[in-house]
């Protein structure tokens, strides 16, 4: 059987339904008041949050329309409705150019027509509609209540900058312009969801990102066609070059140093509104285990974290298999000690080995699903239960062997060291099958699943990019920032992405050295 | 093209030696040693003056056809009918080879690691697993190949622990027989190190045309040093009574024990082995489907990887009852068979392809 995977831009966009709301929207405003007011009011009945305040400006008719709690209504009364009502300060033989001088706000715009006018208001921008015109002013004066800007909870550290990304984009942009002030850094904002009409900002450097990587994701997100955009997740979905696997072809931060720090490798961030999860992208497989402060600590206690969570990606991802596998076919394996120890603790056992391995692993899924979703207090007292439970009753009773809870357990343990909590995801799923080629074909199945994962995995590509690089397509310097991270003065050229961009990082001979002198050191 | 994908000169190098090794490192002493005795340890090293040949013979056919595979040039240097039934003949010899390989390969599993488990529940799988990785192309070879490989030899190393056992007087005397029966020996070897000629189907697909050689020719050396090594250690340990052994190195592995703790190795390097074997496989069952696909000009070399693996597998079985079968096979026919198709058929096209340069440059 041929399965041919069509890219997803070969999947021909069919047209966007133009739905009822925005067909006719957009054609210029109403020169009358009257008529426009009209057409707001019947387009926004029934919605009680939509406030409409009539006034006049000198003798003219004028209106005012925002969403109650996205604008920040103290500053309209007192810079737009204190100003326009005070006769003394229009000049009404000069309407126009008058208001652009009483009015003190930074962020006035003119707009023409009724789409533009829809679009403001939905954004928080109170729009003013003055009879006679046909433009209308949006005044920037959005305020909503955000979360302000906290502790990033699912990337915590020790060493490194505390601020994590909140819900609102435009908090989200500024940290990272912050952090990266260099103008070849672009934010190009793009618009998904026809009702939640989200909107997503792809941020890149201009230089070191490669052309064509940046036109392909923009036509991925640009070929969705969905009714909302909640969260990052969504976009993920649409934009994937293996949509089957269960491996992550994109990751997703809330750090912004994490974020800057992929930007200047010349990786595409996409950040959408309503959530504190960007998105970057290519990403590979040895990109899911770094983690910031890999970076910030010395290079010495990084490489040696970096093994270890190689190290327990395979626990984690083999051990439960290979305990199967060794305790059904291969106990000649075991020395001889440990064996009869097993053997013994096996004793009144019911069930066979793979038996036992996968209704414990699945009683461990539930327990952690079970503490995740739940509210706290009761989380806890879920996990005490679940561990008494099955740690200690079913041991004792006889259900259960002592050595598969410990295996069981430091697998879980061994998941979580992993800083990338999707890709501990799809290890949860893949460990279930594994167990089971364990216990037909023991050791030899093991390494078969080794062998079809890597094949997978070898399939992959995130973005053009392959997802076992650098170290499996052997490119210069593989290892440097891989199983191994490198002083950071060694670390003088970008992991090569798609595309020819220069990936000059630094310049050479950094290292520090004493007996030269500080003069001499950067030539 | 059928191939679109390009891999780096390491990631060949990665390729071709497990597949010189990976099957060949389970008989290696027990055949070599009844003909070479105490100075089979020398025997890779005669064999490997093939190896470095085949290498340079691979590397000037390529430079005469450098997008071709030797399926594909031997067509344009002895014709199209002579070429193309050389062709399909070189084929049905690397679906017999390899066939016999993975019968190897399963043999080693049934009698060794899962004694109750039937031969053939191995081979359909590792097969399978083959042909998944096969389907990929080379590229997807390649990348398998580079992870698979650094875990097959790096297993290697577990062999050092046995330093504390060897006895070094194993090898003494040095050539009592005379240099014969270590040409003979060599003999043996070279039928492994004409494997090399597969690189041939990798040259056309390097992203760095002009390392190709130098590459082979490492990878060349990296064999040799193992099979040494391998040879090394197998001759000081239990000295020339390994060739009553079916799998000498396996022997030895299940003999290292350090602490009392250190043991049980023989595990590790089974499933390691595996990994190596599944690179050899793997790229065997490419190249049977893309010279296949290249010699009857089809538009996608894919289809054919499922009907090879299963053809692989009937070769595999066919008129091997045993492995003793199997034994006698790899020393005395398969040497020459390998020497004729791997090793003269290269030769006499390169000679075809220089005598009908010089003639064309003459005649001009």
Same mark, same amino acid.
């Given at each position: ?299 010495? @206690? &990084?490489?040696? +974290? #970096?093994? %270890? /969570? ?7 991802? =083999? !051990?439960?298999? $290979?305990? *199967? ?97 999707? @890709? &501990?995801?799809? +290890? #949860?799923? %893949? /460990? ?7 216990? =037909? !074909?023991?050791? $030899?199945? *093991? ?77 | ?364």
């Amino acid at each position: 059987m041929i399965q041919i995977r069509r890219s997803p831009l070969k999947k021909t966009a069919k047209k966007k339904p133009e739905d009822k709301q925005t067909s006719s929207e957009d054609i210029p405003l109403s020169k009358q008041l009257n008529e426009s007011l009209d057409f707001f009011k019947s387009l926004y009945k029934d919605s009680s949050d939509v406030m409409f305040r009539s006034f006049l400006i000198g003798d003219r008719d004028a209106s005012i329309i925002y969403i109650e709690g996205l604008s920040d209504v103290e500053k309209l009364d007192e810079f737009v409705l204190n100003k326009l009502m005070n006769k003394n300060e229009i000049d009404m033989t000069n309407l126009v150019s008058s208001l652009k001088n009483s009015l003190p706000i930074s962020n006035l715009r003119n707009i023409t027509t009724y789409k533009q006018c829809i679009e403001d208001i939905a954004n928080g921008n109170p729009v003013l509609l003055i009879d006679g015109y046909e433009a209308a002013y949006s005044l920037g004066l959005v305020k909503f209540e955000k979360r302000a800007i906290e502790e990033p909870a699912a990337e915590s550290g020790i060493r490194g900058p505390r601020e994590g990304f909140t819900e609102s984009l435009g908090v989200n942009t500024a940290l990272v312009r912050r952090i990266i002030k260099d103008p070849a850094l672009k934010m190009k904002p793009l618009h998904v969801g026809t009702y939640t009409k989200t909107k997503v900002v792809v941020s890149y450097i201009e230089g070191l990102v490669d052309s064509t990587l940046l036109e392909e994701i923009e036509n991925r997100i640009n070929r969705i066609e969905i009714d909302g955009i909640l969260e990052s997740g969504y976009i993920e979905e649409f934009i994937e070059d293996h949509p089957y696997s269960p491996f992550p072809q994109v990751l997703y931060s809330e750090r912004p140093d994490v974020v800057s720090a992929n930007l200047l490798e010349g990786r595409t961030i996409i950040m959408i509104d309503g959530t504190p999860f960007a998105l970057i992208a290519p990403v590979s497989f040895f990109s899911l285990f770094q983690s910031q402060e890999d970076y910030y600590e010395r290079f010495w @206690i &990084g490489t040696f +974290i #970096r093994m %270890l /969570r190689f190290l327990f990606l395979a626990v984690s991802l =083999f !051990l439960p298999s $290979i305990y *199967v596998a060794i305790t059904t076919f291969h106990q000649e394996m075991i020395p001889t000690d440990l064996l009869l120890s097993i053997a013994s603790s096996r004793e009144g056992v019911p069930f066979p080995a793979i038996v036992e391995a996968i209704m414990m692993e699945f009683a461990f899924e539930a327990l952690r699903e079970a503490g995740v979703r739940l509210p706290k207090q009761i989380g806890s007292a879920v996990s005490i239960v679940g561990a008494l439970v099955i740690g200690q009753a079913a041991v004792e009773a006889g259900i259960v062997s002592a050595p598969m809870v410990i295996v069981v357990s430091i697998t879980g343990i061994a998941s979580f060291l992993i800083p990338r909590y999707s @890709i &501990g995801l799809a +290890i #949860r799923l %893949l /460990r279930f099958p594994i167990i089971i080629l364990a216990g =037909f !074909l023991g050791l $030899i199945g *093991v390494m078969l699943a080794f062998i079809i994962l890597l094949i997978h995995l070898a399939n992959l590509k995130s973005f053009g990019l392959p997802y076992l690089s650098p170290i499996s397509t052997t490119q210069k310097n593989a290892l440097r920032d891989t199983i191994i991270r490198s002083p950071l003065w060694k670390m003088d050229v970008r992991p090569q992405l798609t595309g020819n961009v220069d990936l000059t990082r630094q310049g050479s001979h950094l290292k520090p050295n004493v007996d030269q002198g500080p003069g001499e050191g950067g030539s | 093209m059928l191939e679109k994908g390009r891999i780096s000169t390491l990631q060949m190098e990665f390729i071709i030696v497990p597949a010189v090794l990976a099957t060949s490192i389970l008989s290696i002493p027990a055949i070599t040693g009844r003909l070479a005795r105490h100075d089979m340890w020398m025997t890779p090293i005669i064999g490997s003056i093939t190896g470095f040949l085949i290498v340079f013979i691979i590397w000037k056919l390529h430079q005469f056809y450098p997008k071709m595979t030797p399926v594909q040039y031997m067509e344009e240097i002895i014709g199209k009918i002579a070429g193309r039934a050389f062709g399909f003949s070189l084929i049905l010899v690397f679906l017999h080879r390899t066939g016999i390989s993975v019968r190897d390969y399963s043999d080693f599993l049934t009698s060794n690691v899962m004694l109750h488990t039937p031969e053939l529940v191995f081979t359909i799988s590792m097969i399978f697993v083959c042909a998944l990785a096969a389907r990929g192309g080379i590229e997807v070879i390649a990348r398998t190949a580079v992870i698979c490989t650094a875990l097959f030899m790096g297993t290697a190393i577990v062999l050092l622990l046995l330093i504390k056992d060897i006895d070094i007087t194993y090898m003494l005397p040095i050539f009592e027989n005379g240099v014969l029966p270590v040409l003979k020996g060599g003999f043996i070897n070279h039928s492994w190190f004409t494997d090399f000629f597969f690189l041939g189907f990798i040259f056309p697909f390097l992203n760095n045309q002009e390392k190709g050689l130098k590459a082979g020719m490492r990878s060349s050396f990296v064999v040799m040093f193992i099979f040494v090594y391998l040879n090394f250690f197998v001759l000081t340990l239990i000295g020339i009574s390994c060739i009553n052994q079916f799998y000498p190195v396996y022997a030895i592995v299940r003999a290292i024990s350090v602490f009392e703790f250190f043991e049980n190795f023989e595990v590790l390097v089974t499933a390691s082995w595996v990994l190596g074997n599944f690179v050899k496989f793997s790229f065997f069952l490419y190249v049977i489907s893309l010279s296949l696909g290249q010699l009857f000009r089809l538009s996608d070399f894919r289809i054919l990887v499922f009907p090879m693996g299963l053809l692989l597998m009937f070769f595999g079985y066919w008129d091997l009852p045993n492995l003793v079968a199997s034994r006698k096979y790899l020393a005395q026919i398969h040497p020459f068979v390998m020497t004729f198709f791997q090793f003269l058929l290269p030769l006499f096209l390169l000679m075809i392809a220089i005598f009908r340069k010089k003639w064309r440059e003459k005649r001009r």
